[in-house]
Nanobody
Framework: QVQLVESGGGLVQPGGSLRLSCAAS????????MSWYRQAPGKQRELVAL???????NYADSVKGRFTISRDNAKNTAYLQMNSLKPEDTAVYYC?????????WGQGTQVTVSS
């Protein structure tokens, strides 16, 4: 079992930055692929970024060059640095931990980009 708690969301103006954190507990964090998803009102949940246990990363085209995913295995925490935020980035952001057939989700954190 893995328990995930996201934090760092909030209200930010267009062009601003936020850093989301996903704190994990309950299992061997370093062996999991960590992902960030988001879900805007009326839309399906979509993958934003992922980082493998080996440090490989992948990003949605819509956030490439603006968002950076990272992990600190010593702190059992994954991060999503979001720069140059746009109104269309507004969504609830969820953290996911995945290994083989096991998947665990956090409760989500709201990000609102508005002037």
């Amino acid at each position: 079992q893995v328990q995930l708690v996201e934090s760092g969301g909030g209200l930010v103006q267009p062009g601003g930055s936020l850093r989301l954190s996903c704190a994990a507990s309950g299992s061997i964090f370093s062996s999991y692929t960590m992902s960030w998803y988001r879900q805007a009102p009326g839309k399906q949940r979509e993958l934003v970024a992922l980082i493998t246990s080996g440090g490989g990363t992948n990003y949605a085209d819509s956030v490439k060059g603006r968002f950076t995913i990272s992990r600190d295995n010593a702190k059992n925490t994954a991060y999503l640095q979001m720069n140059s935020l746009k109104p269309e980035d507004t969504a609830v952001y969820y953290c996911k931990a995945e290994k083989f057939v096991s998947r665990f989700w956090g409760q989500g954190t709201q990000v609102t980009v508005s002037s």
